[in-house]
């Protein structure tokens, strides 16, 4: 990992940054990154970098079933990348991954809570972190005891980053 200094202070980037684009202000895409889930990766990308007004590294797909997985991701991951996995953003430091609901047809509350949660648990299983974009016909109250329910059952300090129409929230496990 290489860090550069931006406003005067340092901000981690991925390694080989050489082989990203710059999309947006802030937002830098691998040309790795060639999945169905590119674009709506490059939206929430675009969505953190403007409210955050940091850099949000789209990390590459590289398939772990391909022969030379190993050594491609040697190269174009940062060190920490969970074996197999393919975080969807590197941002802070911190590997994060997108989640979408905004196609979701449910209205009942105990579905909603349990849709939420398990694409945060997916989330998990890919990054440290996790973002997910909510709309807005779902509660605020909803999406919080959803997301705090799935944070304290979890025995790791994740970060789950929400989008929330134009709003931006930050959730985090309370300090004990």
């Known amino acids: 990992m290489v860090d550069i200094f931006m406003s005067g202070e340092s901000i981690a980037i991925p390694p080989r940054i050489d082989t990203y684009e710059n999309v947006a202000e802030n937002v830098f895409v691998s040309r790795l990154q060639q999945t169905e889930e ?5 939206k929430l990308a675009k969505f953190l970098a403007e409210k955050t007004n940091e850099p949000v590294f789209v990390l ?8 030379k997985s190993k050594a491609l991701r040697e190269i174009y991951f940062p060190n920490g990348v969970k074996e197999n996995k393919n975080p969807d953003f590197y ?5 994060v991954d997108g ?13 909603l809570k349990r849709k939420i949660q398990g694409r945060i648990k997916d989330a998990f299983k890919q ?4 973002f997910i974009e909510i709309p807005l016909f779902i509660d605020k109250n909803i999406v919080y005891t959803a997301i705090n329910g799935q944070l304290n059952s979890s025995k790791q300090d994740h970060i789950v980053y929400v989008k929330y129409g134009e709003e931006l929230f930050l959730i985090k496990k309370p300090d004990k």
Do not use: C, T, W
């Open 38 to 42: 590119r674009e709506g990766n490059i």
């Open 60 to 67: 590459p797909h590289i398939q772990p079933s391909l022969k």
């Open 91 to 95: 941002f802070r430091g911190r590997f």
């Open 99 to 111: 989640k979408s609901m905004v196609n979701i047809i449910y209205r009942e509350e105990a579905i």
């Open 127 to 130: 990054a440290g972190d996790a």
